[in-house]
């Protein structure tokens, strides 16, 4: 088994520490990738909305998210040593390879199986966990995104800045 990603919160209040340290970078890549496609300031003020911003939090916040690649044994073997937790498992039962992030306070674990595509497995199983769970945690009664806007999520269940393929 190994492990990638260093955001693994055990309690909600802990998830959205989390989600909200990742705010001051969101701002910082939205202002320097700005920068570096030579907006002006009046470009930059039409274009980088509390929405850009807020998207680019969501998917730092996601694609940081730790998981756990292993075997399907191991997977099963994590599942029946957390019996209370709820699987939503995505893709082809009869595969070799599972990526899986639990969220504790949730009872949750969300997982995805891949025979070859590690990376995009990760990234798919990151956006999934983000949009199921995470998003509605966290943005709960936030009134603000990063950049002060109102927060607004599509809440489509795994859209962060691209789709779940």
């Known amino acids: 088994m190994e492990t990638h990603g260093t955001i693994s919160p055990e309690t909600r209040e802990a998830a959205e520490d989390a989600f909200d340290r990742?705010?001051?970078?969101?701002?910082?890549?939205?202002?320097?990738?700005?920068?570096?496609?030579?907006f002006g300031r009046d470009e930059y003020r039409e274009?980088?909305?509390?929405?850009?911003?807020?998207?680019?939090?969501n998917a730092l916040f996601a694609e940081s998210l730790s998981v756990t690649v292993g075997s399907r044994t191991e997977f099963d073997d994590w599942c029946e040593s957390h019996p209370d937790y709820d699987v939503v498992e995505l893709g082809n039962p009869d595969v070799e390879r599972v990526a899986w992030h639990p969220i504790p306070f949730a009872d949750t674990v969300v997982a995805t199986t891949f025979q070859n595509e590690r990376d995009a497995a990760i990234s798919t199983l990151r956006r999934n966990a983000f949009g199921r769970v995470y998003r509605d945690t966290i943005l709960d009664g936030d009134e603000s995104d990063a950049s002060g806007h109102e927060a607004v999520g599509d809440g489509d269940g795994g859209d962060v800045g691209g789709d779940d393929r």
């Open 22 to 38: 990742v705010g001051p970078t969101a701002q910082v890549v939205v202002r320097e990738t700005a920068k570096a496609m030579d």
């Open 47 to 57: 274009r980088v909305t509390g929405d850009v911003v807020e998207t680019v939090r």
